[in-house]
């Protein structure tokens, strides 16, 4: 069963104040996702990775390999909307009520003007690659605020990718 999760109004108001984001940039773009179809399209296990085609591996700092859905890209003026999936190390993080989180599938919104980016939607699965129903999705503008992009990072790989 997914839940939704928003935060305070204060917490949106802080980020609705940082105008260099929307989540205009991502809303009703008609790409799947958590739903009727996998985001991970293709029907293949659970353990193999996903189409390369469409995922592009990305490998940050921390050594976590995430994958950028290249067909979800969406441009509105200096803002690049973009999908990413990130497998968890394995049991190691839980929900509160006991849940295994194993992946997340988050919506961002690169900006290339200031180099800053904005995740605006996350949401959370018990199977790896994003892959069935999802344990509970945080939507945005309450999410955070824009942050730096750092040399290095998925977002900061993903600015150079896609703001040249």
């Known amino acids: 069963m997914s839940?939704?999760?928003?935060?305070?109004?204060?917490?949106?108001?802080?980020a609705i104040a940082a105008t260099c984001f929307t989540a205009a940039a991502h809303a009703d773009d008609g790409i799947d996702l958590p739903g009727a179809r996998s985001p991970m399209s293709g029907g293949t296990p659970e353990m193999t990775s996903p189409d390369p085609q469409r995922w592009l591996p990305l490998l940050g700092n921390s050594g976590m390999v995430s994958y950028f859905d290249q067909t979800a890209v969406r441009r509105r003026g200096s803002e690049v909307g973009v999908v990413v999936v990130r497998n968890s190390p394995a049991g190691v993080i839980r929900t509160?009520?006991?849940?295994?989180?194993?992946?997340?599938?988050?919506?961002?919104?690169?900006?290339?003007?200031?180099?800053?980016y904005a995740v605006v939607e996350q949401t959370l699965y018990s199977k790896r690659f994003a892959r069935g129903e999802s344990i509970y999705t945080i939507h945005a503008p309450q999410l955070g605020k824009p942050q730096r992009a750092q040399s290095g990072t998925i977002a900061g790989e993903l600015i150079d990718k896609l703001c040249r």
């Open 3 to 14: 839940r939704s999760v928003r935060l305070a109004p204060a917490a949106m108001a802080i």
């Open 96 to 116: 509160t009520s006991g849940e295994t989180i194993r992946s997340s599938l988050k919506r961002m919104v690169l900006n290339c003007a200031t180099s800053m």
